[in-house]
């Protein structure tokens, strides 16, 4: 699951971070630690300071966000072009990352693109049973292995390197008989590029196709026809799934995943980024008056 591309994006995100705080920390040092000494130590106006703290904050505050504001909203424009096209409205999802809905063939289809980068695609269906799909790797093995899940082996040549996880072993046996079904899950699960990869989980009422690992870090690349393919490919696969004699062995949906699904639509980011920001401010503020009161108070 974890390949060339997460890690490599992960690795840029880590050194993007450290080097912005670097950046805040040096400029702090610059602008407000370095005039604090020089007037505590001197006779100079207490504007010295002042100032450059001033500057220091609007740096901050202002260049900031308005840097980050503006990566977004070209990464929203390209991911804009990508998926409106196919129907979809686009909105942001948790504040910094994007989400679309709208109706493929006469499913809700929802996409939700977020941190590492993820984009993950729900589609609807009337199908109440399980299945996991995904390509065989250490980490989906190790995880399988903790869950107490052992995957189905299947005999079809085009299917070897998945690990498939059914509720119902006949139906999936019943459904993989059709050459369509499998030559859209080699398409999907094990051709992602340039994603690292793709697991499908069929659950109650959705398919999810879950993709990790793009190589953009503020621009994520996803060429239109994929994202064109990825929800042709599973509309054709839901079709051909449910046109088959229905599973025996069902299921519904958990309260652990009903509760997951609200908390994906409540508005974390905006509340969480709200809250850092709140204590960012109380807390240079309390700095800037500590400051001040020193220099007042200078012997």
Not at 162 to 174: G, I, K, N, V
Not at 215 to 242: C, T, V, Y
Request: hydrophobic content about 50%.
């Amino acid at each position: 699951m974890f390949g060339r591309n997460y890690l490599r994006t992960r690795t840029r995100y880590s050194l993007a971070v450290s080097a912005a705080s670097m950046v805040v920390v040096c400029l702090g040092c610059i602008l407000i630690l370095l005039p604090l000494w020089y007037v505590l130590n001197t006779n100079a106006s207490v504007w010295l300071l002042i100032i450059p703290a001033a500057l220091f904050l609007l740096i901050v505050f202002v260049g900031a966000p308005l840097l980050v504001w503006g990566m977004l909203h070209r990464r929203n424009k390209a991911l804009d072009a990508v998926f409106e096209p196919l129907g979809l409205t686009g909105s942001s999802f948790r504040m910094w990352f994007r989400q679309y809905a709208g109706t493929i063939r006469g499913r809700e289809v929802q996409v939700y693109i977020y941190r590492n980068p993820v984009v993950e695609i729900g589609m609807q269906t009337s199908l109440q049973t399980r299945l996991g799909m995904t390509k065989t790797n250490l980490v989906t093995s190790m995880a399988a292995g903790l869950a107490g899940k052992t995957p189905v082996r299947v005999a079809y040549p085009e299917l070897q390197g998945l690990q498939l996880f059914p509720l119902d072993p006949a139906w999936m046996e019943e459904v993989l008989r059709e050459p369509r079904n499998r030559q859209i899950l080699q398409q999907l699960v094990q051709q992602p590029a340039p994603f690292d990869a793709m697991q499908l989980i069929l659950r109650p009422g959705t398919l999810r196709a879950q993709v990790i690992g793009n190589p953009g870090l503020f621009n994520i690349q996803i060429p239109p026809e994929q994202a064109r393919g990825w929800l042709e490919n599973m509309a054709d696969w839901l079709s051909l799934a449910e046109s088959a004699p229905a599973p025996t062995r069902t299921d519904q949906i958990s309260p652990a995943e009903r509760t997951a699904a609200s908390i994906r639509k409540s508005n974390l980011g905006l509340i969480t980024t709200i809250l850092v920001a709140v204590l960012l401010v109380g807390m240079i503020g309390a700095a800037l008056a500590i400051t001040l009161l020193l220099v007042y108070w200078r012997p």
